[in-house]
């Protein structure tokens, strides 16, 4: 009997990985923006249901009809984005400066005992203290300006960032640490070059989390004698029994959180596929 030739191509193939299946199959990009699109939907639709079918009254449950005529007048006065623009200023602010000094404060208690020894007890009683908590302090220190309000939100985004780096930064392979140092990699090049990237998982994790309660701390940062922003909005229509832009003010804050936590979801894919 003759033996089948394989030719190079053949074995390439061969080697190559199966081709992600389209259709139905949760690796198709387009089937799982679909899925995820069901829950938001069913949520809509018993909204709906449930506003019509009188088990709340419009006060309590506006339809979601009303919510979109609250957004549209708020839109056509010029106020809808002038909420979010300002809101989303505030957080951005917040959340850099706050993830900015939970990167640097986490890389030091992580590779310095002496540090966490010095500092770690101190910034762990401080996490443990409530968001609302600061707001006396801040109004008293800073006054109702923007300070007190980007103050507070970049308390929030700090904890976040610090303890995830921190974790991580000690718990890096110690032999490619030491197989850096022994090709003469030191301090913040050794850092940057070595420790860093070994994380980076674990930073854009604590950043997604620091996004997430940057949007939390907003809300309580706008309480703050705030005049304009997604949280004051949201107080206020509490005040005026506007319930219908209370929806709105939530359903925007839902959306542009999960906006923003996509992009950053993006960013760390790219530096995932680039650090590690």
């Given at each position: 009997?003759?033996?089948?030739?394989?030719t190079?191509?053949q074995?390439?193939?061969?080697?190559q990985?199966?081709?992600?299946?389209?259709?139905?199959?949760?690796?198709?990009?387009?089937?799982?923006?679909?899925?995820?699109?069901?829950?938001?939907?069913?949520?809509?639709?018993?909204?709906?249901?449930?506003?019509?079918?009188?088990?709340?009254?419009a006060?309590?449950?506006?339809?979601?009809?009303?919510?979109?005529?609250?957004?549209?007048?708020?839109?056509?006065?010029?106020?809808?984005?002038?909420?979010?623009?300002?809101?989303?200023?505030?957080?951005?602010?917040?959340?850099?400066?706050?993830?900015?000094?939970?990167?640097?404060?986490?890389?030091?208690?992580?590779?310095?005992?002496l540090?966490?020894?010095?500092l770690?007890?101190?910034?762990?009683?401080?996490?443990?203290?409530?968001?609302?908590?600061?707001?006396?302090?801040?109004?008293?220190?800073?006054?109702?300006?923007?300070?007190?309000?980007?103050?507070?939100?970049t308390?929030?985004?700090?904890?976040?960032?610090?303890?995830?780096?921190?974790?991580?930064?000690?718990?890096?392979d110690?032999?490619?640490?030491?197989?850096?140092?022994?090709?003469?990699?030191?301090?913040?090049?050794?850092?940057?070059?070595?420790?860093?990237?070994?994380?980076?998982?674990?930073?854009?994790?604590?950043?997604?989390?620091?996004?997430?309660q940057?949007?939390?701390?907003?809300?309580?940062?706008?309480?703050?004698?705030?005049?304009m922003?997604?949280g004051?909005?949201?107080?206020?229509?509490?005040n005026?029994?506007?319930?219908d832009?209370?929806?709105?003010?939530?359903?925007?804050?839902a959306?542009?959180?999960?906006?923003?936590?996509?992009?950053?979801?993006?960013?760390?894919?790219?530096?995932?596929?680039?650090?590690?």
């Amino acid at each position: 009997m003759s033996t089948p030739i394989h030719t190079s191509e053949q074995d390439a193939s061969a080697l190559q990985p199966p081709a992600p299946k389209a259709g139905f199959s949760l690796n198709n990009r387009f089937f799982r923006l679909g899925l995820g699109l069901l829950v938001p939907l069913a949520l809509l639709a018993a909204w709906q249901l449930a506003a019509t079918a009188g088990i709340f009254s419009a006060v309590q449950l506006p339809p979601p009809g009303a919510v979109y005529d609250a957004a549209a007048d708020l839109a056509q006065r010029g106020q809808l984005g002038t909420h979010i623009a300002i809101s989303t200023q505030r957080v951005l602010a917040g959340f850099v400066i706050g993830s900015a000094l939970g990167l640097v404060l986490g890389a030091l208690l992580g590779l310095s005992r002496l540090a966490d020894a010095l500092l770690g007890p101190a910034i762990g009683a401080l996490r443990a203290v409530p968001s609302l908590a600061w707001v006396p302090l801040l109004i008293l220190w800073m006054k109702i300006g923007e300070d007190s309000k980007i103050t507070l939100i970049t308390i929030g985004a700090f904890f976040p960032v610090f303890t995830t780096v921190a974790l991580a930064l000690r718990h890096v392979d110690r032999n490619l640490v030491e197989a850096a140092r022994a090709f003469g990699l030191r301090g913040v090049k050794l850092l940057t070059t070595v420790q860093l990237p070994a994380v980076v998982p674990a930073v854009f994790s604590g950043l997604r989390l620091a996004l997430a309660q940057s949007w939390l701390f907003l809300v309580a940062a706008e309480l703050i004698a705030s005049s304009m922003g997604l949280g004051f909005l949201l107080t206020d229509s509490q005040n005026n029994g506007r319930t219908d832009r209370m929806f709105l003010a939530i359903i925007t804050l839902a959306v542009i959180g999960k906006a923003t936590d996509a992009l950053l979801g993006i960013a760390e894919k790219r530096a995932v596929r680039k650090w590690t």
